[in-house]
């Protein structure tokens, strides 16, 4: 991972030990969709313009998964109408990226959510050869493409409580996962919210099944960043650095997920204002989970540091990140167009080690 490269000013990484690149600044596409019915923060009117606003910035590896936004699939749908809209030129520019493993509905058949399992049948979601195969055609479909550039398992098919006890074969889905490849219809393969143990047993079965050694898993995307650190490994008990070192050991590359906690490390959030702010995080269920007194003092720390280094808490956070060992690409979720251009300018900012002290230590506890 010691190649370089940028597009358009942005410094570009290869992923894992592969010849694809990512731009350093991604965009994660979870919160897209269709905001009157499903859950979603952005439309197609404003998504369309923070993706051309992205390209412009040389922002080229996007983000999203088959079953974002109440399982309803209209992220890869909004992103489907972009591309058609856009064209070939466009499209063969984007690394684009997305995940099987959910239940996803049918356009406009937007039932309760949480989704009840018992309207679909087993053979829809998981690690089958049934659903993959189906999910890989219903995405193609949905995303308006003929490939997808980089397809992860969304989460590991195990049974509750069980970190290897794998509901299919672990053969069976990773021969259906390099199928795929041999059909031309996916480039590179990554795993999502896997733990090591999970991951290394991952690999093996693709090296038994696997047509050839470039069949690899190249990148690990599970949940990372400044207040949630001990989550990168996805499992009890398992560090950061465990994880850390097994992606150094295999060459695989971490993408990580939530970069910026859901937005508690843009500065926006603090112990005084949260009756106030209009955000995900005050406006969603997941607020528990970030807006901690430990969070809220973490943000208050990210955010002074940010100004004595005149640049925004979320540029910080980021740079943070792109600073750690093996990541490739911070695909933070953009819910404005100005989201976009202040994220980017998280390249430009200049860590010295006494600042990454400073904020490892500041983190230390997460
Ligand atoms: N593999 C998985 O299981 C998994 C799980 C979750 C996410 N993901 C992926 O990871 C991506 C990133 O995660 P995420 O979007 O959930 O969380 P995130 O990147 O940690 O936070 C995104 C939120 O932060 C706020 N924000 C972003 N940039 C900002 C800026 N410059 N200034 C102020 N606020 C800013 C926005 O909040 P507001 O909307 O409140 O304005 C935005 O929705 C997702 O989009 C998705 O692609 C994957």
């Not at 493993?101 to 089958?128: K, M, V």
Request: glycine content about 10%.
């Amino acid at each position: 991972m010691s190649n370089t490269s940028s597009f358009r000013g942005m410094p570009c990484r290869t992923v894992g030990d592969s010849g694809l690149w990512v731009s350093e600044i991604g965009i994660g596409l979870w919160k897209w969709g269709y905001p009157e019915y499903d859950h979603s923060r952005v439309g197609e009117y404003l998504g369309f313009q923070i993706l051309d606003r992205a390209l412009d910035l040389g922002v080229f590896h996007w983000d999203t998964a088959a079953s974002y936004n109440a399982g309803s699939g209209n992220s890869e749908r909004l992103l489907g109408r972009y591309f058609a809209n856009r064209g070939r030129i466009v499209r063969d520019k984007i690394v684009l990226a997305t995940k099987f493993a959910n239940h996803h509905r049918e356009e406009h058949q937007l039932g309760p959510y949480p989704i009840n399992d018992q309207d679909f049948t087993p053979n829809q979601c998981g690690g089958s050869r049934i659903y993959l195969m189906r999910e890989l055609e219903h995405s193609l479909r949905k995303l308006c493409t003929d490939r997808i550039d980089l397809l992860y398992l969304h989460s590991p098919n195990v049974a509750t409580g069980g970190d290897t006890d794998w509901i299919t074969p672990l053969d069976e889905t990773w021969s259906a996962m390099d199928d795929m490849v041999s059909q031309g219809k996916v480039r590179y393969l990554g795993i999502s919210n896997h733990s090591p143990e999970q991951a290394r047993a991952t690999i093996e079965a693709l090296k038994q099944v696997g047509k050839d050694s470039s069949r690899r898993i190249i990148a690990i995307q599970n949940c990372y960043n400044m207040a949630e650190r001990s989550k990168l490994g996805s499992s009890e008990g398992v560090g950061e650095q465990e994880m850390l070192d097994f992606a150094a050991e295999y060459g695989i590359s971490i993408i990580p997920y939530f970069p910026l906690a859901g937005g508690l490390l843009t500065g926006r959030y603090t112990k005084g204002n949260l009756d106030q702010v209009e955000g995900r995080l005050t406006t969603e269920a997941i607020s528990g989970r970030f807006l901690t007194d430990k969070g809220l003092k973490l943000a208050a720390k990210v955010t002074a540091m940010a100004k004595q280094k005149k640049c925004s808490a979320a540029q910080l956070a980021i740079a943070w990140l792109l600073k750690r060992p093996m990541l490739a690409s911070v695909i933070a979720g953009c819910t404005k167009l100005e989201h976009i251009d202040d994220n980017v300018g998280a390249v430009k900012v200049k860590l010295s080690k006494a600042d990454i002290d400073e904020l490892n230590k500041a983190s230390a506890w997460s």
